[in-house]
């Protein structure tokens, strides 16, 4: 049973435009919830991260959405550039069993010119 | 730079010829991860140590194991690969096992092709 699930599996957005990345979890002991980036050939690096007691957080053209009552978080690129053509997974961690990432599907991100 | 280093990048083995890799870390990081992950999947963990301390996780098989020897290095060995075990292996550092805003940092992985 995939605890974390995540859509789309891939996306193709405009240049300038905003790329909008789901994901949605079962188990209330999540957490932290981290997204990686990782390009091909490349490990994943993290991006951004929140806390379940936050609704919203921004860093630079980035910014996660947590909605805790429907157990639902989702990443939106502003902006989105060519060079943010990527592959995005989100993950979620419970503190208390350590440090683990359970990891939603990814998405394939293509940003044309 | 502080990183995760793994060596080699790129791996060729044969059917069933046992295969090391490595990773180390100049973070001084005390939890390090192995994970697979196979085209387009999310990595998937198969073990990590916190210090010494070594930690399977239940489905990895038993064709996977891991040494480290001290904090920067640590070891993946597939005694006997099989054409299942290609994939990209992936080494992450963390340093604590609990602490929010903790979370992996990942080494650039080895992409390992068996024959």
């Known amino acids: 049973q995939q605890q974390v699930k995540q859509s789309p599996q891939s996306l193709i957005v405009q240049k300038g435009g905003i790329s909008i990345i789901n994901c949605a979890y079962e188990n209330t002991a999540f957490d932290y919830f981290p997204w990686y980036q990782q390009f091909p050939g490349k490990g994943p690096a993290l991006l951004i991260a929140i806390r379940p007691d936050v609704s919203e957080k921004k860093e630079g053209r980035f910014t996660i959405s947590f909605n805790k009552s429907a157990k639902q978080f989702s990443l939106h690129i502003m902006d989105s550039q060519p060079g943010d053509s990527a592959t995005y997974f989100c993950a979620a961690i419970k503190r208390k069993a350590g440090n683990m990432l359970t990891f939603g599907g990814g998405t394939r991100l293509m940003v044309k010119p | 730079d502080a990183m995760v280093i793994q060596n080699p990048r790129y791996q060729v083995t044969q059917f069933g010829k046992p295969v090391t890799l490595s990773c180390s870390q100049t973070?001084?990081?005390?939890?390090m991860y192995w994970y697979q992950q196979k085209s387009s999947q999310a990595p998937k963990l198969l073990f990590h140590y916190y210090d010494k301390d070594f930690n399977n996780e239940a489905d990895t098989p038993d064709n996977f194991q891991s040494r480290r020897p001290n904090t920067s290095f640590c070891f993946l060995d597939i005694r006997s690969p099989g054409l299942g075990d290609a994939a990209m292996y992936l080494c992450?550092?963390?340093?604590?096992?609990?602490?929010?805003?903790?979370?992996?940092?990942f080494g650039p992985g080895t992409r390992l092709t068996v024959l």
């Open positions: 992450a550092t963390s340093k604590t096992l609990r602490e929010r805003k903790d979370t992996q940092y």
């Open positions: 973070l001084n990081h005390n939890v």
